[in-house]
């Protein structure tokens, strides 16, 4: 939405349900890979009519956010290990604490 409003595409009824719709195919399909939201991008912004430019800027700022959310993503993994083993009672705590 941001970028429809600095590049001015005309938004319409139509344009919205189109939008809302190829974001949840797109998200369902996109591979787990590197470079999957690329992708993603490049099918949405091309089937939206939203210009070249504001692609390049999508695709920069989701590989810089991607190092953090890969980041978070891996310690709450971890976590959530921790927490399923402690109650299956398969954690010595003992250890898991010194």
Sequence with gaps: MYFISVYHVQCTPVWLFLAVFLCIVVSVSTPPIPGGGTAAYTVLFLQLGIPDEALAVAITLDIITDF????????????????ISSKMKRIDTNTLCN
């Design 68 to 83: 953090l959310i890969t980041a978070l993503d891996t310690f709450t993994l971890q976590m959530a290990l921790i927490n």
